[in-house]
C-alpha cells in the first residue's frame, strides 16, 4: 500500500508499521476476549438467575421509560428516577447513577423505551459501535483504521455497559473529520454532541480560531432545533428540573466526595483523590483548561500545523478541559489517535511514535484495573506525540486533498 497526494512536495509514505497492526490485532483479540468471557460469565444484560444487570444504560432506559410514561421532568427528580431504575430491575439497589443530561438526550432514550430492556440494551449498542467504527475508519483513511477503531480499548466498558462514549466519538471525530469540506455537518456534530455539554467547551475556541462561521452558524442553530423540539415534545418543564438539577449534580459528584476520584478522568479528580480541596481542584481544573484552550487557539491560527495535527490536538484535548469524565468518555481519544495515525500514514511514523500509541493501547487496557486516573497520562503522551510531529513543519495536507490510493 502507497499513500499518494495532490502536493508534489509530499513524499509517498512507507506502508504502516507490521508491529504497530499486530499490536492492534493482538488488542483487538484481547477485546473480544472480555466481551466473550462477559457473556459466558454471565456478566452482561442479564445475570446467571435471569436478573437484568444494573449498568449505566439501565439508568437510560430508566430515564427512556419516564418519557414514554409522559413524565419526563420526573427524569431529574432523583428520587423518582431511582424508583424507575427499581421497577424496571424488579429490586432496590444501593446504586443511584441520577439523570444527569440535558432533555436534548431525552428523545433518544424515550424512543428506545418502547423497546424491551435487553432488546433496547442491543439496538443501542448496534446502532453507536457500527458509527464509531466507520468514523475512525473515515479519519485514518485506510482499512487499518477497523483494526484501530476495535482494538482501542474502551470498547470494551462502553459495550458492557451500555454507556454512550461510542456516540460522543462519533460526535466529534465526525465533526472533525467533515469541518473542512463540509462544515454544516460538522455544525450538527457538534449541535448533537450538546447532549453532553462538558465535551463541547473548547469547540467555540477552534472554530473561531480557524474562522470557521458556517459551521458555528450550523451549531447554533442545531441546538436551537433541539432546544424547540425538546419543549415542543416534553414542554418547558424539562428543561426547567433540568436547571433546577444541576446543583444536587455537582453536589453528588463532584463537592462532597462521594465519587471514587479514580475513576473520574481528570485533574479536578487528582487532585481530590490526592487529598486537595475542592477550591484548590477547581483553580487547578480552571487553570489547565485555560491553558489548553490558549494552546488551541495559536494552534488553529497556525497555517504551517496540518489540519489532522490540530484536530488530534483537540480531540486529545476535549477530555482534560473538563472536571468531569469516566473511562467510557476516553473513547475520544480514539479520535485523536487516529488522526495521528493518518499524518503518519502521510507522512511515515517518527521515532517513537509507534511505541508510544502502543503504550496508550496498553495503559487503556489496564486502566480498569488501576485505582488512578490514567487518562491524564494517556492524554499528555498522547500531547507529546502531536507536539513532538508538529515540530516538523510537515505540509499542510487536509482531507480534501490527500488521497489514499491502494496498490
Not at 147 to 157: D, E, I, R, S
Request: hydrophobic content about 55%.
Amino acid at each position: 500500500m502507497t499513500l499518494q497526494t495532490q502536493h508534489a512536495d509530499c513524499e509517498p509514505a512507507p506502508a504502516w508499521s507490521e508491529g504497530f497492526a499486530f499490536a492492534c490485532f493482538c488488542l483487538l483479540v484481547a477485546n473480544l476476549a472480555l466481551l466473550v468471557g462477559a457473556a459466558l460469565e454471565k456478566d452482561w444484560i442479564i445475570d446467571a438467575s435471569g436478573q437484568f444487570i444494573h449498568t449505566d444504560f439501565t439508568n437510560l432506559y430508566a430515564a427512556g421509560r419516564l418519557v414514554r410514561d409522559g413524565v419526563p421532568a420526573a427524569a431529574y427528580d432523583w428520587t423518582l428516577h431511582h424508583a424507575a431504575e427499581t421497577a424496571l430491575l424488579g429490586r432496590d439497589s444501593s446504586q443511584d447513577f441520577g439523570w444527569k443530561y440535558p432533555p436534548t438526550f431525552l428523545i433518544i432514550v424515550g424512543l428506545l423505551a418502547f423497546l424491551p430492556y435487553a432488546m433496547a440494551f442491543v439496538v443501542w449498542i448496534a446502532a453507536t459501535l457500527p458509527l464509531y467504527l466507520v468514523t475512525i475508519r473515515a479519519i485514518v483513511g485506510d482499512k487499518i483504521g477497523w483494526l484501530v477503531a476495535g482494538a482501542f480499548p474502551c470498547l470494551t466498558p462502553n459495550v458492557i455497559v451500555g454507556q454512550n462514549g461510542f456516540l460522543t466519538a462519533s460526535l466529534i471525530g465526525g465533526a472533525l473529520v467533515l469541518l473542512q469540506r463540509g462544515p454544516v455537518l460538522a455544525g450538527l456534530c457538534l449541535g448533537l454532541l450538546t447532549y453532553k455539554p462538558q465535551f463541547i467547551l473548547l469547540f467555540p475556541v477552534v472554530l473561531l480560531a480557524g474562522g470557521y462561521w458556517r459551521a458555528i452558524i450550523a451549531a447554533a442553530l442545531t441546538v436551537a432545533a433541539l432546544t424547540v423540539t425538546t419543549i415542543g415534545l416534553f414542554g418547558v418543564s424539562a428543561w426547567i428540573e433540568f436547571f433546577h438539577s444541576l446543583p444536587l449534580t455537582y453536589q453528588v459528584m463532584l463537592s462532597k466526595g462521594h465519587t471514587e476520584w479514580y475513576k473520574v478522568q481528570s485533574l479536578f479528580a487528582l487532585v481530590r483523590m490526592l487529598g486537595g480541596g475542592a477550591t484548590c481542584a477547581w483553580f487547578l481544573q480552571f487553570a489547565l483548561t485555560g491553558l489548553i484552550a490558549a494552546l488551541l487557539f495559536a494552534m488553529w491560527r497556525n497555517t504551517r500545523i496540518s489540519f489532522e495535527l490540530k484536530a488530534s490536538a483537540l480531540a486529545a484535548a476535549v477530555p482534560l478541559a473538563t472536571p468531569y469524565g469516566y473511562l467510557y468518555d476516553l473513547t475520544v481519544l480514539a479520535v485523536s489517535a487516529a488522526f495521528l495515525l493518518r499524518c503518519a500514514l502521510t507522512a511515515g511514523f517518527i521515532p517513537g511514535e509507534v511505541p508510544g500509541l502502543t503504550i496508550i493501547m496498553g495503559l487503556l487496557l489496564i486502566m480498569p484495573f488501576l485505582s488512578m486516573p490514567v487518562g491524564l497520562l494517556i492524554a499528555g503522551i498522547l500531547a507529546v506525540l502531536i507536539v513532538r510531529r508538529s515540530l516538523l513543519h510537515k505540509p499542510r495536507l487536509g482531507f480534501s486533498s490527500v488521497q489514499l490510493v491502494r496498490e
